[in-house]
């Protein structure tokens, strides 16, 4: 079954650790985002891809960084994990053609202590 | 620049009231629309859409029209459930396709028995 999937959905983690939060999609679409949703629930737009080795910074400025080398993998890494990083982290895709709607994964929830 | 903006919550009904979030739009052209759920612990999910002037979108009893003439397209329920509480995001993406979804701030609706 085609879908969107995030590793892990939760974890905690202290100040200054390296960490990578994992997004994957069997749906074959070339776009995929990272967005930042924070606790008022309003969703911030981190990074985007719209296809293998292109990635754009988003409207909210991020000390996190992504890659994408493969069409369905769009990692996304914190060199130095800190307190205002804890946060939700939504990952989505979309296909080029049609209406762009997006398809979000489940998200992960990021605590640094 | 492109702009969504729908009603603060946080909404609170009770069971099988109607419901009304409203949502207005600022976009040059003829942007798609869209309205996401997400529920607890969970991504959004899509809840409907419509691509045109006059479309109305529908699904699991949710209504919502695009009205280009009060750039609008809020999102209707004739009874809502408490399986209905949830966060809703109205969005758009602009006429060109090639550019993230512009989402809402998001409104929180709680149904209660």
């Known amino acids: 079954e085609a879908d969107i999937y995030q590793t892990p959905r939760y974890l905690v983690i202290g100040t200054g650790k390296k960490i990578t939060l994992e997004c994957s999609q069997t749906m074959g679409h070339d776009k995929m985002y990272w967005y930042q949703q924070d606790p008022g629930m309003e969703l911030h737009l981190i990074h985007y891809s719209y296809g293998v080795n292109s990635t754009e910074k988003g409207d909210l400025s991020s000390e996190s960084t992504v890659s994408r080398i493969r069409t369905e993998h769009f990692p996304l890494t914190l060199e130095s994990a800190r307190p205002s990083h804890t946060s939700q982290y939504l990952c989505?895709?979309?296909?080029?053609?049609?209406?762009?709607?997006?398809?979000f994964g489940p998200g992960t929830r990021l605590t640094v202590l | 620049g492109d702009s969504v903006t729908q009603m603060e919550g946080p909404v609170t009904l009770s069971e099988e009231a109607f419901l009304t979030i409203n949502c207005t739009y600022t976009?040059?052209?003829?942007?798609?629309l869209f309205w996401y759920v997400q529920y607890p612990g969970e991504g959004l999910q899509l809840l409907l859409k419509?691509?045109?002037?006059?479309d109305k979108g529908s699904n699991k009893g949710f209504e919502a029209t695009y009205r280009k003439e009060t750039t609008s397209f809020h999102l209707e329920k004739g009874s809502v459930q408490v399986s209905d509480s949830a966060v809703y995001f109205c969005a758009l993406v602009p006429n060109s396709g090639n550019t993230p979804l512009v989402f809402g701030k998001g409104t929180r609706l709680s149904v209660i028995a």
């Open positions: 989505a895709s979309s296909p080029t053609s049609g209406y762009n709607e997006q398809f």
């Open positions: 976009a040059t052209g003829y942007p798609s």
């Open positions: 419509a691509t045109k002037a006059d």
